[in-house]
């Protein structure tokens, strides 16, 4: 078994964490995780307000005896979410476990640490990592080039943003960004992580709440499948490579440059929710990451850990061989 800082500090068996997913962080996948051995999340802006995410906390607990966690993220909007009470709500129903991302989450951490909440939070940089170091969380969760969703402006890869970590980083830390294996596990806690996070390669799993033409439609991609979306907005994301979000590259690439009213419709929200409904992978904007290219099965949850789990406990014995004892003189 291998055990790290953030095993004993979050009780889990395996250093997973399945990352916050917007209208896949439902109660099936994040209590499959948890009952696997990980640590799995509920996505709360997935649902319409605190209330309801109080209903599906209950659902989760019932289906999981196991630590599971809350992701809340701050998000750029005309209308803001009610994250005070999404996030009261979670502390009420007994969570202890957050992960917390985009600006300005300062106000979140306090009131969780003064709940005595164990805070996961996600950067994309070690200047903002040292920043949450200071605002008292528990863990910092890197997020390489290569993760889905946003990775900022500065285009670092995971391999050096992790070595970075730890020479800066005095609090634990996680990896995201390109992780579906035993392999990408072993090599994050190579480079000084705790444990990784895991969010396009959970999203192809039996239990994750998406339409199956969407699982298949991820294993039958590659590494190539992905671009950025919003980089001349200064807002980059990586999504699926398909016909919007070609589209909206288009756009962006025009003389001139575009606005987001320019591309508003084409990247709403509802219509990357119905693309997991419906399953047709063209008909609107949703993320996924590098690591399409080390898809290639739909596994239970507990399946994908225990492989996960084998995989890296093999790399790591496997390591040690690689040291030779010098021959004494």
């Known amino acids: 078994m291998i055990t790290t800082a953030l095993t004993e500090?979050?009780?889990?068996?395996?250093p997973v964490v399945?990352?916050?997913?917007?209208w896949v962080g439902?109660?099936?996948?994040?209590a499959a995780v948890s009952n696997a051995g990980g640590l799995g999340l509920i996505t709360a802006l997935t649902q319409p307000n605190p209330e309801a995410l109080r209903t599906v906390i209950r659902e989760t607990r019932v289906a999981t005896d196991k630590p599971f966690g809350v992701n809340l993220t701050i998000l750029p909007s005309i209308n803001p979410p009610d994250y005070e009470g999404f996030a009261r709500v979670a502390v009420e129903e007994g969570v202890k476990i957050f992960e917390t991302a985009g600006n300005n989450p300062g106000k979140l951490i306090e009131f969780f640490k003064s709940h005595g909440c164990i805070v996961i939070h996600k950067c994309t940089t070690i200047r903002h990592a040292k920043s949450a170091e200071r605002l008292g969380v528990d863990v910092v969760s890197i997020d390489g080039f290569e993760c889905a969703g946003h990775p900022g402006e500065e285009d670092i890869g995971g391999l050096v943003l992790l070595a970075r970590a730890a020479q800066e980083l005095k609090i634990p830390y996680i990896a995201s960004g390109g992780i579906g294996d035993g392999r990408g596990l072993a090599a994050c806690l190579a480079l000084g992580a705790a444990g990784v996070n895991m969010g396009t390669r959970f999203m192809?799993?039996?239990?994750?709440?998406?339409?199956?033409?969407?699982?298949?439609?991820?294993v039958a991609s590659t590494e190539y499948d992905t671009t950025h979306i919003f980089r001349t907005l200064n807002n980059t994301s990586r999504v699926f490579k398909n016909a919007v979000s070609q589209q909206v590259v288009a756009i962006e690439r025009r003389?001139?440059?575009?606005?987001?009213?320019?591309?508003?419709?084409?990247?709403?929200g509802a219509r990357g929710r119905?693309?997991?409904?419906?399953g047709d992978p063209d008909y609107g904007i949703w993320t996924a990451g590098l690591v399409l290219g080390l898809i290639k099965d739909i596994p239970t949850c507990e399946e994908l850990l225990s492989?996960?789990?084998?995989?890296?406990?093999?790399?790591?014995?496997?390591?040690?061989?690689?040291?030779k004892a010098k021959a004494k003189l």
């Open 9 to 14: 500090l979050l009780g889990i068996r395996v």
């Open 18 to 22: 399945q990352g916050g997913m917007q």
């Open 26 to 30: 439902k109660p099936p996948l994040p």
């Open 204 to 218: 192809c799993t039996v239990e994750s709440p998406i339409h199956q033409n969407i699982k298949e439609k991820i």
């Open 255 to 268: 003389p001139g440059g575009a606005k987001f009213e320019d591309v508003r419709d084409l990247v709403a």
């Open 274 to 278: 119905i693309v997991f409904e419906n």
């Open 307 to 323: 492989r996960i789990e084998r995989e890296a406990e093999e790399i790591i014995q496997g390591m040690a061989k690689l040291v």
